[in-house]
């Protein structure tokens, strides 16, 4: 069973950057699409970005186009979200887990949480 650890989040003022890392166990990581979400408090959990299993292609919520860059590194079984730019509205937990049509997740890590202080 694949493992989602993510990390990096913290408290951080508006305009500054983060870089969360999601590592996977397990070695089908790199057969996936993955993807970034994030649940803000009382709220659903809504999409952040995506990465093509080769990396090749990514997409991103219109909310993050342009401060948030997802990337993966397949050797490591690890993902990315660099975030720049922050908002306080960028303010939730942050959660890694496949992203693809017809695919069953792996079980919702615990995910990484991010503060964005005005």
């Known amino acids: 069973q694949v493992q989602l650890v993510e990390s990096g989040g913290g408290l951080v003022q508006a305009g500054g950057s983060l870089r969360l890392s999601c590592a996977a166990s397990?070695?089908?990581?790199?057969?996936?699409?993955m993807g970034w979400f994030r649940q803000i408090s009382g709220k659903e959990r809504e999409f952040v970005a995506a990465?093509?299993?080769?990396?090749?292609?990514?997409w991103y919520a219109e909310s993050v186009e342009g401060r948030f860059t997802i990337s993966r590194d397949n050797a490591k079984n690890t993902m990315y979200l660099q975030m720049n730019s922050l908002k306080p509205e960028d303010t939730a937990v942050y959660y890694c887990?496949?992203?693809?049509?017809?695919?069953?997740?792996?079980?919702w890590g615990q995910g990484t949480r991010v503060t964005v202080s005005s």
């Open positions: 397990g070695r089908t990581f790199s057969s996936y699409t």
């Open positions: 990465i093509s299993s080769s990396g090749t292609s990514t």
């Open positions: 887990n496949i992203d693809q049509t017809g695919t069953i997740r792996f079980p």
